[in-house]
């Protein structure tokens, strides 16, 4: 999808920017040249970024253990049940979200008001370092990967701790 | 840990005469400096959340040096430029403006600027991306 819209997009520049597209090449010209009433186009993208961090052992263990992945797999096939119904790419049932203090603003506040939230804590029992062979490739690299693996009753887990946190 | 709030804006331009080829599309992440700001703390918001003595079942272990030391801020730094990457869902390269604004490229009613029978629908029309309450 995200292919598709910025293909439009170029198109869009193409026709803006006064250049011809390839199938009209021979027999017309751009419809129209508006690069000089849009300066704004192609520019001004605005794309959150994130930071994969992981600190639970057991999520790496379960990551790091061929036993428990094929008992989890089998789980799965026998009768749908096990780690692997909990939810795969992305599920994410609690969050977070927090402000920097002001003496880290310096004056300038990108966020949309004093109750907006400067960056957002994602909780999930996850596997980012699902193939990765140490600790340390892992805390170092898991950015790089985007294997997500959700642990159901380390999820619920992580729900009740949540829970207990937030109360005391 | 994801960045709700950010100055950086990033680019999209054309590389050849292609359609057919890639673009260049540049995030230009950490620009500002509050944006470096945000994730340095809130790497070190998610690691203090994660020391609480509730964790210490299922914890990896210590924090990262990069948290526990916290005059060392540039080893976090260095972790937060070399591990962010991107959330794809970008947004704005063809922001909306007013009617006869001099920026923008689309009008409210979606119609491109100067042209006629040519609508932007997708969310390359929204001018930021917000933080939601």
Redesign the interface.
């Known amino acids: 999808m995200?292919c598709e819209?910025?293909?439009?997009?170029?198109?869009?520049?193409?026709l803006v920017?006064g250049?011809?597209?390839?199938?009209t090449q021979s027999s017309r010209s751009p419809?129209?040249s508006?690069s000089q009433?849009?300066?704004?186009?192609?520019?001004?993208?605005?794309?959150?970024?994130?930071?994969?961090?992981?600190?639970?052992?057991?999520s790496?263990s379960f990551s790091t253990n061929a036993t428990l992945q094929a008992e989890a797999f089998q789980l799965w096939k026998n009768n749908r049940t096990g780690p692997l119904t909990a939810g795969s790419l992305g599920r994410i049932d609690q969050l977070?979200?927090?402000r920097?203090?002001s003496s880290?603003?310096?004056a300038?506040?990108?966020?949309?008001g004093s109750?907006?939230?400067?960056?957002?804590?994602?909780l999930a029992v996850s596997s980012f370092c699902f193939y990765k062979s140490s600790?340390r490739d892992c805390?170092?690299r898991?950015?790089?990967d985007l294997l997500i693996f959700c642990y159901r009753p380390?999820l619920l887990?992580v729900q009740r701790?949540v829970s207990?946190?937030l109360q005391s | 840990m994801v960045n709700s709030s950010f100055f950086t804006g990033g680019t999209v331009t054309l590389k050849t005469n292609n359609t057919f080829d890639a673009p260049l599309i540049n995030p230009a992440y950490l620009t500002a400096p509050v944006d470096l700001a945000i994730l340095m703390e809130g790497t070190r918001a998610f690691f203090r959340f994660m020391d609480a003595p509730a964790w210490s079942d299922v914890s990896l272990g210590p924090n990262p040096g990069f948290i526990t030391n916290a005059s060392d801020s540039i080893a976090l730094e260095n972790f937060a430029r070399n591990t962010v990457i991107a959330n794809l869902h970008p947004v704005g390269t063809a922001s909306m403006s007013p009617v006869g604004a001099s920026w923008g490229v689309v009008n409210p009613d979606l119609r491109l600027k100067q042209a006629s029978g040519l609508r932007i629908i997708d969310a390359s029309v929204f001018v930021r991306l917000f933080q939601f309450k």
């Open positions: 995200i819209k910025l293909e439009s997009l170029q198109s869009l520049i193409c920017l250049r011809t597209l390839p199938i419809l129209a508006i009433t849009t300066p704004t186009l192609g520019e001004g993208k605005a794309l959150h970024s994130f930071i994969y961090n992981s600190s639970l052992r057991t790496y977070i979200w927090g920097l203090p880290l603003l310096n300038s506040d990108p966020s949309a109750n907006s939230a400067h960056y957002e804590l994602a600790l805390l170092t898991m950015s790089r380390l887990l701790l207990t946190i």
